[in-house]
Every structure is written in C-alpha cells, then in structure tokens.
C-alpha cells in the first residue's frame, strides 16, 4: 500500500482529518460492534450522538420551535435524545413518531423523552422561523420509502423550515447516495465518525447540505469491509508524492509523455500535452497523423512533434527506454486503428492513460492483452463510456451498485485505476481502494476538460507518481484550478492555472 494511503495520514494530518475516510454502513455497523465489543456502552453511544446534533444546532440557531420526526430504529432513538436536550435548553419541543421505538437503546432514549409523541396526523408544521430534526432512518435504511414515512419527507420538504437530517437526510442511501423513494432535503447533517458513501454522491450529496461529522467515542480507524478503504479526495492522501525535480535532473528523467494524436479532434491531445507539461513533465512527443503534425506544431513551440504514418511507427518509437508514460484516446475515433494502437501501447509495457476513443478499443481487447501488461493503467471514463466500457456490470454484481462500487467493480474487473468523471468522480484501485472527490465545480461541465485531466493524470504518471495517487491528485488539481477561475472557464484556461495551485500545496506541505 503506498504511505499515502495509510491510516498514518489520518492521525499525522490531526483531528481535522478525522473526516478523511468514508464508511459504509457494513463498515459502521462492524465498527461500532468493535467497540461495544470494547467495553463501549451502546446507549452512551447514542447519547453522545444525539447531543452531537444538539450542539450543532445550538451552535447555528437561536431558541425556535421544533419539531423531531422519530423513526423505528436507533436513528430515531437518536431523535429523542436530541428532542430531550433541546428541551432542556429551553427550546419549544415537539416529536413525532413513524412507528414505536423497535431497539432497546431507542426505548430507552423515548422514555427519556418521557413527554407523548404526536400522531403524524396531528403534526402542526413549523414555518420559516421553526427547525425540523429529520430521525427517521439512518444508515438502517435498506427500502424505498413510501405510505407514512414518504408523506413525512414530502410535508417537511415542503413547510419551509430548515431541516436538521441525523447522521443522513433519510431517503438516502448511506452506500449509494441513491434516493430510495424520496429524501430529505436538509441545510445540515450530522454524521458520526466518518463521512458515507451518500453523503458525497450524488443526489445523496446535495440533500446533505452542510456536513458535519461528530465524534462520538468510536475507534480512531474503522474496521474495513474487505480491507479496501475509501476516503475523500484531500491533499493530504497525496501533496508528499507530488514530483518535484531534484537538482541532478534532465528533461528525460523528469518524464517523457508520449500522446498519440489523432487526425481531426487535435484540440484532446494538445490540451491533454499542455496540461502534463504544466504538471512537471520533463518532455512530450506528440506522435500525430502525418497530415496533422503541422496543426500540432504550431500549438505549442515546447512540445515535440512526429508523424506516424503507420502503426508500426509508433511501436518503434515506444520502444525508447526514455518514454516514460504514454497517452492514448484522446481525440482519437474508436474502431480498427486505434484498437490496434492501444494493443502496441499496451505491449510496450509504459504506464499508460487511456481516454475517449481508446476507452472504447479497451472494451475491445482480449483479455489476456489486458491480464498480461505490465505498466500500471488509468482509464478515464465518463459515465456514457463507463456505460459501454463495462455494459451490464453493474447487474451482474447486484441491485442498488452506486458509482462507488461500480468503480471498484470495474477497477478489480480490468486491473487498472478507474477514473470514473462527473461532479462526483470516483478515483478506484484494482486492490478496491478508493476515492471519492466531492466537490469539483460544475463549471467543469465544458467540452475539453475531460482531456485536459486525462493530461494532468499522464503528466504526474509520467514522473513516475504511482497511478492511484497521480489519479486523485489530478482529479483534486483540476477541481481546484476550475474553482479558482469560476465563471466563463474554457478548458484551454486549466492547464496555466496548475503551476499556481500545485506551487500553493507544495508550499503548505
Ligand atoms: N453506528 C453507530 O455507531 C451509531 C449509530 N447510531 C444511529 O443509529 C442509526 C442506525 O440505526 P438502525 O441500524 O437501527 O437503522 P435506522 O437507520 O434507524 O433504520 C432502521 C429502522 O427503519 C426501518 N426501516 C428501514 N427501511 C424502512 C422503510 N423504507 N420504511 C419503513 N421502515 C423502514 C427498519 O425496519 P426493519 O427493516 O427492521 O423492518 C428499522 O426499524 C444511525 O444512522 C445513527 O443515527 C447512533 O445512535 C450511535 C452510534
Ligand atoms: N457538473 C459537473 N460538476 C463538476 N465537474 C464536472 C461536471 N460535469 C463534468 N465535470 C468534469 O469535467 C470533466 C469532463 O470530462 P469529459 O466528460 O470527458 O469531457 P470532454 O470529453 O469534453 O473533455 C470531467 O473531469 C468531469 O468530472
Ligand atoms: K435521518
């Protein structure tokens, strides 16, 4: 496991990085037996996660009438220990239960509520001024909502009262971010321990609104489903693998990308090339059609230029022991020359990018091509070329896979990095680790941006930056430059804005 990925970084980084891991429900649920297993009492739990959310709520809202929805499980028992501190604050208090408490710290925690609760017939609704504790179901939730529970959801979405979700907006898968029916749409959350899966996918991640993770006694690392950790994507898994040159280094050694282009997109491939030369590639080779090498060599003055009239061209060339990483797809069609292409590239054993139209000639290859390269592989899909990468994997695997486990799916399926894109792209490992980077800018959504990260990845790739982290690393980079420039970004604007923005993290590290 490369020491950017281990738990090391978590308690190096401080208590702020305790919100680096993400935990699924199954992770949770085993943690948390773990530490009852300890000599953690479940109840006291409960209590500290429900005063957890009191404390947020005191800590942004003045005293105003509340109203707690309460489910069955211990989502709910949460509820009542967060009704029963607001009360004791002296706020106005109102719960409402969806069914009797089911577990016995739930019991506990309503008799210790101890006042009726309101049929949900009987609701009176806050307005604007009140505030909604949203604890009817957790990370329990496994079915669609409807009957009772959905009208709940639709009527406190509708009233205009902030809502307050416990540990996730119920609705919401906790693995997926799926909605099961219907969800809460809440201005904050409080989770507990560690962020979920659903509170950075999507729709999950918009019905979270603020997020704030609790600490509430548990073990200071979770206990991984199948040794295969998620975390979201901050510098902190990956700033101390930035390549930075040393000073005995030469344009060679600091990496030589080769891209191949294409004959009629050339605008993938130059924006890809400008954004590795941007991330510290010592040297890029544009190995393009002989009909467009002038095109490509009136770009970029630094950028080297050949023709390749054939195939076999760009086998000899890759046969240079210099080439240090090789990028493919960009631009280029799907169909017979670039699948022969890719075979070449693959053959010549270089870590290898492989965007666009080589996505497609992927899907293509025999398997035995694909089990026996040797350079470690990114694939950089959208989720239309996910869709026909990987056809009905998804299915296959069972119900309700998220974007999460496709990822992982398709990156132990392929024995290559997936970069599964969109405004929640997921960064996922043949060994199952993963990455999910919550926060990129839909200013993103822009023809072009997509090869200027397929570049980025190949330009740290090329310094020899291992795959997983090249991935988050440039997937967070790219997030941030967008960020940065805001409104009206073109994807030519990227790749001048990196230099600025990996010099700032090089400088905080
Ligand atoms: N992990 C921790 O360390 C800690 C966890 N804590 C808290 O516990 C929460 C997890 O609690 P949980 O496991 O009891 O599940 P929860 O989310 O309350 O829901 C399950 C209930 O809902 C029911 N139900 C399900 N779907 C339904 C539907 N569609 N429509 C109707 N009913 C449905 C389901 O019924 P069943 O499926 O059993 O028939 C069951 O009764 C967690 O999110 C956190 O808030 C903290 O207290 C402290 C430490
Ligand atoms: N709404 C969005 N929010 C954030 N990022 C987005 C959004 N839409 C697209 N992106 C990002 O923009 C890039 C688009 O890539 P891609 O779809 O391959 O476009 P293109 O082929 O035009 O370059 C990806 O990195 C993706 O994650
Ligand atoms: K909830």
Same mark, same amino acid.
């Given at each position: 496991m490369?020491?950017?990925?281990?738990?090391?970084?978590k308690?190096?980084?401080g208590?702020?990085?305790?919100?680096?891991?993400?935990?699924?429900?199954?992770?949770?649920?085993?943690?948390?037996q773990?530490?009852?297993?300890?000599?953690l009492?479940?109840?006291?739990?409960?209590?500290?996660?429900?005063?957890?959310?009191?404390?947020?709520?005191l800590?942004r809202?003045?005293?105003?009438?509340?109203?707690?929805?309460?489910?069955?499980?211990n989502?709910?028992?949460?509820?009542?220990?967060?009704?029963?501190?607001?009360r004791?604050?002296?706020?106005?208090?109102?719960? *409402?239960?969806?069914?009797?408490?089911?577990?016995?710290?739930?019991?506990?925690?309503a008799?210790?509520w101890?006042?009726?609760?309101?049929?949900?017939?009987?609701?009176?609704?806050?307005e604007?001024?009140?505030?909604?504790?949203?604890?009817?179901?957790?990370i329990?939730?496994?079915r669609?909502l409807?009957?009772?529970g959905?009208?709940?959801?639709?009527?406190?979405?509708?009233?205009?009262?902030?809502?307050?979700?416990v540990?996730?907006?119920?609705?919401?898968?906790?693995d997926?971010?799926?909605? %099961?029916g219907?969800?809460?749409a809440a201005?904050?959350?409080?989770?507990?321990?560690w962020?979920?899966?659903?509170?950075?996918?999507?729709?999950?991640? *918009?019905?979270?609104?603020?997020?704030?993770?609790a600490?509430?006694?548990l073990?200071?690392?979770?206990?991984?489903?199948?040794?295969?950790?998620?975390?979201?994507?901050t510098?902190a898994?990956?700033r =101390? !693998?930035?390549?930075v040159?040393r000073?005995?280094d030469?344009?060679?050694s600091?990496?030589?990308?080769?891209?191949?282009?294409?004959?009629?997109?050339?605008?993938?491939?130059r924006?890809?090339?400008?954004?590795? /030369?941007?991330?510290?590639?010592?040297?890029?080779?544009?190995?393009?059609?002989?009909?467009?090498?002038?095109?490509?060599a009136?770009?970029q003055?630094?950028?080297?230029? /050949?023709?390749?009239?054939?195939?076999a061209d760009?086998?000899?060339?890759?046969?240079?022991?210099?080439?240090?990483?090789?990028?493919?797809?960009?631009?280029?069609?799907?169909?017979?020359?670039t699948?022969?292409?890719?075979?070449?590239?693959?053959?010549a054993r270089?870590a290898?990018?492989?965007?666009?139209?080589?996505?497609d000639?992927?899907?293509?290859l025999? =398997? =035995?091509l694909?089990?026996?390269?040797?350079?470690p592989?990114?694939?950089?899909? =959208?989720e239309?070329?996910?869709?026909r990468?990987?056809?009905?994997?998804?299915?296959?695997?069972g119900?309700g896979?998220g &974007?999460?486990?496709?990822?992982?799916?398709?990156?132990r399926?392929?024995?290559?990095?997936i970069v599964?894109?969109?405004?929640d792209?997921v960064i996922?490992?043949?060994?199952?680790? !993963?990455?999910?980077?919550?926060?990129?800018?839909?200013?993103?959504?822009?023809a072009?941006?997509?090869?200027?990260l397929?570049?980025?990845?190949?330009?740290?790739l090329?310094?020899?930056?291992?795959a997983?982290a090249?991935?988050a690393?440039?997937v967070?980079?790219?997030a941030?430059?967008?960020? /940065?420039?805001?409104?009206?970004? %073109?994807?030519?604007?990227?790749?001048?804005?990196l230099? &600025?923005?990996?010099?700032?993290l090089?400088a905080?590290?």
């Amino acid at each position: 496991m490369s020491p950017a990925f281990n738990e090391n970084s978590k308690q190096k980084a401080g208590a702020g990085a305790f919100a680096l891991r993400i935990v699924t429900a199954r992770e949770m649920q085993r943690t948390e037996q773990l530490a009852f297993t300890a000599g953690l009492d479940s109840y006291t739990a409960m209590e500290r996660a429900g005063r957890a959310v009191a404390d947020a709520i005191l800590a942004r809202w003045r005293r105003r009438p509340v109203l707690v929805l309460c489910g069955p499980g211990n989502n709910g028992g949460d509820g009542y220990i967060i009704a029963a501190t607001l009360r004791a604050a002296g706020w106005p208090v109102s719960v *409402t239960a969806l069914a009797a408490p089911s577990s016995t710290d739930a019991r506990r925690a309503a008799t210790g509520w101890g006042s009726t609760a309101l049929e949900p017939d009987d609701i009176t609704w806050p307005e604007a001024g009140g505030l909604i504790v949203d604890a009817l179901f957790g990370i329990g939730l496994t079915r669609r909502l409807d009957g009772v529970g959905a009208n709940l959801v639709q009527r406190a979405n509708q009233c205009g009262a902030p809502i307050v979700s416990v540990d996730i907006p119920s609705g919401v898968h906790a693995d997926t971010g799926a909605m %099961l029916g219907t969800a809460i749409a809440a201005t904050l959350t409080v989770t507990f321990a560690w962020c979920k899966p659903g509170h950075v996918l999507l729709p999950g991640r *918009t019905a979270t609104g603020e997020l704030v993770i609790a600490d509430i006694g548990l073990p200071a690392a979770p206990l991984p489903d199948d040794l295969s950790p998620v975390w979201r994507n901050t510098p902190a898994l990956w700033r =101390h !693998a930035l390549p930075v040159p040393r000073v005995q280094d030469h344009k060679y050694s600091r990496g030589h990308l080769v891209a191949i282009g294409g004959g009629v997109m050339t605008g993938a491939v130059r924006l890809a090339v400008r954004a590795a /030369r941007r991330a510290g590639a010592g040297l890029a080779t544009i190995l393009a059609p002989a009909a467009a090498v002038s095109v490509y060599a009136q770009d970029q003055a630094g950028a080297i230029v /050949r023709p390749r009239p054939e195939t076999a061209d760009v086998v000899a060339y890759l046969k240079d022991s210099r080439v240090s990483a090789v990028l493919i797809g960009s631009g280029l069609e799907s169909g017979g020359e670039t699948s022969d292409l890719l075979r070449h590239v693959l053959a010549a054993r270089h870590a290898t990018v492989v965007d666009g139209g080589g996505l497609d000639a992927w899907r293509d290859l025999d =398997h =035995h091509l694909i089990a026996e390269r040797a350079g470690p592989v990114v694939l950089t899909p =959208h989720e239309g070329e996910f869709a026909r990468l990987c056809g009905n994997l998804g299915a296959d695997l069972g119900p309700g896979l998220g &974007k999460l486990q496709r990822a992982q799916a398709a990156a132990r399926l392929f024995g290559a990095v997936i970069v599964l894109k969109g405004p929640d792209t997921v960064i996922a490992a043949p060994d199952g680790r !993963a990455i999910v980077n919550g926060e990129a800018p839909a200013y993103l959504a822009t023809a072009g941006s997509g090869d200027v990260l397929a570049g980025l990845i190949a330009g740290l790739l090329t310094q020899g930056m291992d795959a997983f982290a090249a991935s988050a690393a440039a997937v967070w980079l790219h997030a941030e430059a967008a960020r /940065r420039f805001g409104p009206g970004l %073109l994807a030519e604007d990227l790749p001048d804005l990196l230099p &600025k923005v990996i010099a700032e993290l090089s400088a905080a590290s």
